[in-house]
C-alpha cells in the first residue's frame, strides 16, 4: 500500500522535505541515488557519504488525499521547517538554487554546439503564437528593465561582432513579417501608451553633444570600412523620389496636430 503525502529524511539533524503519491517508492529512488553518489541535493549527498545510510531515517509529517494539494503542503512544510538539505526553498521548482561558478561552466559547455531539432523549433513557434503576456508578468519585466546592470564595453563589442556575421534577413521573412504587421490597428491607450514613451527620445528629441560625437565616430567607421554609403540627393538615389513633394492639406493638418501634442 502507497502512501500519499509528505515526507522527511533526517540524518545528522538536518532535514530534507519531499512530496510524493508514492513516499515509500520515492524514498527507495533517494536511497539508490545516494548510493550511486548521483542524488541531486549536493548538501544530502556530502552528509550521507560521511555519516553513511546507517544514521539516515524516513518520517511521514503529513498524510495528503489530495494528490493536487501535494506541492502546497509541501511549499507549506519547507516554509516552516527550513530543511538542511534542500537545493530550493521553492517547492517543485528549482527557483533559488544557487550553482557554483564550476556547475555554470559545465552546464554552459554541455550546451555549446548544440542545435535544436525542427520538430523543436516548430513546437516553440507553435506555443507562441497565440501567447500573451499577463499584466503581472508585463508590470515584472518593466521593474526587472529598471535594476538591470549596464552594459559593458566589452559585451558592447561582442553583441557588435555578432550582428555583423549575422545572415540576412530573406525575402520570405520580410514578407511574413510584412503580412502579419499589414492591417492592424493600435488602441488609443496604445497609442497614447508609445506617445508617452518616445517623448524626448529619437523622434523630435534632441541628442547630447556626447551622443552627436559618438553617432559621428561611428558613422566614420562605417563609411571607412564600407559597411555603409554615404546618403545624397544624387540622380538615382532612392531618397530622391521624396525633393519636390508636396503634402495635401490632411496631411499638413495632421502634422500641425502632432507638432501642437508635442508642444
Sequence with gaps: ?????????????????????????RYTAHLRSLRNNKHHSIYLQRVFNKYGEKELSLKVVCIVKKEECLVEMEQFFLD???????????????????????????????????????????????????YRASEETKQKQRE??????????????KMSESAKNRPPVSEETKTLRNSKLRGQTRSEETKAKMSKALKGKYIGGKHTEEHKQKISESL???????????????????????????????SIQKMRQVQKRKG
Design 144 to 157: 526587472a528593465c529598471k535594476h538591470r546592470k549596464p552594459i559593458t564595453d566589452e559585451t558592447r563589442r
Design 80 to 130: 516552516v521547517i527550513k530543511p538542511k538539505y534542500n537545493m530550493s526553498p521553492t517547492a517543485n521548482s528549482p527557483k533559488g538554487v544557487k550553482h557554483t561558478e564550476q556547475a555554470k561552466r559545465n552546464m554552459s559547455n554541455a550546451k555549446k554546439g548544440k542545435k535544436m531539432s525542427e520538430h523543436f523549433i516548430e513546437l516553440q513557434k507553435e506555443r507562441m503564437k497565440n
Design 220 to 250: 566614420k567607421r562605417a563609411y571607412s570600412e564600407g559597411r555603409h554609403s554615404k546618403v545624397g540627393f544624387k540622380k538615382g538615389n532612392k531618397y530622391q523620389k521624396w525633393l519636390g513633394k508636396k503634402h495635401t492639406v490632411e
Design 1 to 25: 500500500m502507497s502512501t500519499c503525502g509528505i515526507y522527511c529524511i533526517t540524518i545528522n539533524g538536518g532535514q530534507y522535505i519531499g512530496s510524493s503519491k508514492n513516499i515509500e517508492k
